[in-house]
């Protein structure tokens, strides 16, 4: 019985071809894009710009719709996205959104597809949109610059819809993608912190985790942030974790060698809700996955948490780094600060604590955000627009209210929810449940780390938890189709 196990299990990683044999021209595009990024971060020229802004197009005239979700994907993990693409107007994720979403086109125009149900996932997501639409409309300003950022909010959500159309067949490729994007993407983060000790694209005058005297430099790469790089990197990862538990020889080494490079840029970092986020990830993959080897796992994770605790952290502990990186005595007290200010200006009417001021309200005024006076109560709370209240959740309270909450949460929490019931209907070791495992871990990750950060308002991490929401969603539907 064991042996016929073994044998099923070798015939289903020999069944799908090799991601370096498919899909290497894609990989080939997110190093020379990385590339190309840098040149134009340190003096650019025409010629590159136009260069890298015809990347995306030879994307979409010569691959097929899946490669084209699998461009955008490796656009926004490795490319700044503030960076133009010879426009003013035409950013990085513009072009990988509209790539996921040319994807879901070629689908519905070139394949013939059964016709999938719309469920609460779908629903809830929709509900975001729709509710962010509406609050422009009754609260936001009344300018081209405030729905042209409504719209470039929504735009990364096409991921969703592409994951949910391809899921089920390509998730091996979009994992990989995912993975191998990931540690290239960490690349920077090392280069960053062990060598120049400076933003390598961005301005360091503007950079806000340079080193202050006797302080610990935090490196960024190519994402704009600390936090921002550690939320995309752990859910990177922990996709990733589907592909370790479902492959084997040369291919799991490769993800050994991209899971150890991202979680060592995770760790450069020094950003610790998110590391809290992958750690917790982490135990949920393995509750969902439950390995042959859990007893022993187990056993082996709290022998070495009791010796890293008694013999390493009392070593490390006083060190300048430790403390600069880790302690950072006075943080949390100073987003608890920004809570407890947020509340007021929540709660002072029915209309706001239900419909909150507005979608992108608390950009407005911002030195780089939208222009316009600030409503007179947000404005009496100069921190919430000048530094942001620091959490998704009360920063969605702040402008869109209970119902912009439960949609979130809806969303987000529903997709784990969909992800558990999927394992449900799995059998140990079926390569789905390492997919709706790797998703949920990726998701709970998410949701930690937007305790204390604004993760929707990045532009990678909105995307990479959409894709791995809409794969959750076809993963769990083609269970539940093979279960009946």
């Known amino acids: 019985m064991e042996q016929g196990s073994v044998l099923r299990a070798g015939a289903v990683v020999g069944s799908y071809p090799g991601i370096l044999h498919r899909q290497r021209w894609v990989i080939g595009l997110g190093v020379s894009s990385i590339c190309l990024a840098w040149l134009i971060?340190?003096?650019?020229?025409?010629?590159?710009?136009?260069?890298?802004?015809?990347?995306?197009?030879?994307?979409?005239?010569?691959?097929?719709?899946?490669?084209?979700?699998?461009?955008?994907?490796?656009?926004?993990?490795?490319?700044?996205?503030?960076y133009t693409l010879g426009s003013a107007q035409l950013k990085v994720f513009v072009v990988s959104s509209l790539l996921a979403v040319t994807a879901l086109l070629g689908v519905g125009l070139t394949e013939s597809r059964a016709r999938q149900r719309l469920n609460f996932i779908d629903l809830a997501l929709a509900g975001i949109v729709t509710a962010a639409a509406l609050s422009f409309a009754f609260f936001g300003p009344y300018s081209y610059q405030s729905l042209r950022a409504v719209i470039l909010w929504a735009l990364p959500l096409g991921f969703y819809v592409s994951a949910r159309a391809f899921g089920a067949r390509e998730w091996r490729s979009l994992c990989w993608i995912l993975l191998i994007g990931g540690a290239v993407a960490s690349g920077p983060l090392f280069y960053e912190f062990f060598v120049i000790q400076r933003p390598l694209f961005g301005s360091p005058s503007a950079y806000l985790w340079s080193a202050q005297p006797g302080g610990l430099f935090r490196p960024a790469g190519s994402f704009g942030g600390p936090p921002e790089a550690v939320t995309v990197l752990s859910m990177?990862?922990?996709?990733?974790?589907?592909?370790?538990?479902?492959?084997?020889?040369?291919?799991?080494?490769?993800?050994?060698?991209?899971?150890?490079?991202?979680?060592?840029?995770?760790?450069?970092?020094?950003?610790?809700?998110?590391?809290?986020?992958?750690?917790?990830?982490?135990?949920?993959?393995?509750?969902?996955?439950?390995?042959?080897?859990?007893?022993?796992?187990?056993?082996?994770?709290?022998?070495?948490?009791?010796?890293?605790l008694l013999a390493v952290l009392p070593h490390i502990a006083s060190k300048?780094?430790?403390?600069?990186?880790?302690?950072?005595?006075?943080?949390?007290?100073?987003?608890?600060?920004?809570?407890?200010?947020?509340?007021?200006?929540?709660?002072?009417?029915?209309?706001?604590?239900?419909?909150?001021?507005?979608?992108?309200?608390?950009?407005?005024?911002?030195?780089?955000?939208?222009?316009?006076?600030?409503?007179?109560?947000?404005?009496?709370?100069?921190?919430?627009?000048?530094?942001?209240?620091h959490s998704q959740y009360v920063r969605t309270l702040l402008e869109q209210g209970i119902v912009g909450l439960a949609l979130l949460l809806a969303w987000l929490v529903g997709s784990v929810g969909r992800a558990l019931a999927g394992v449900r209907g799995t059998i140990h070791h079926d390569e789905r449940r390492a997919l709706l495992a790797g998703c949920a871990a990726g998701i709970v990750s998410f949701l930690i780390v937007s305790l204390a950060g604004d993760g929707l308002r990045e532009v990678p991490s909105l995307a990479v938890v959409a894709l791995l929401s809409g794969l959750t969603v076809a993963g769990s539907q083609h269970v539940t189709r093979r279960t009946a």
């Open 236 to 308: 990177t990862s922990l996709a990733g974790l589907s592909l370790l538990v479902t492959t084997a020889g040369a291919r799991r080494l490769l993800v050994w060698l991209c899971l150890t490079v991202s979680v060592g840029g995770m760790i450069v970092t020094f950003t610790r809700a998110g590391l809290i986020g992958f750690a917790l990830g982490v135990m949920v993959f393995v509750a969902l996955w439950r390995p042959a080897a859990l007893g022993r796992l187990t056993f082996g994770t709290a022998v070495v948490s009791i010796i890293f």
């Open 41 to 82: 971060a340190h003096g650019g020229g025409l010629r590159i710009a136009l260069a890298l802004a015809l990347l995306p197009v030879a994307a979409v005239v010569l691959a097929p719709s899946k490669n084209r979700l699998l461009v955008g994907t490796t656009m926004v993990l490795l490319l700044p996205w503030w």
């Open 320 to 389: 300048a780094w430790y403390e600069g990186g880790v302690t950072r005595h006075g943080n949390l007290a100073d987003r608890e600060s920004r809570w407890r200010a947020a509340l007021p200006v929540i709660t002072n009417s029915t209309e706001h604590l239900v419909f909150g001021h507005g979608f992108n309200s608390l950009l407005v005024g911002h030195p780089n955000g939208l222009t316009g006076e600030p409503q007179a109560d947000l404005a009496a709370v100069p921190i919430l627009i000048k530094e942001s209240p």
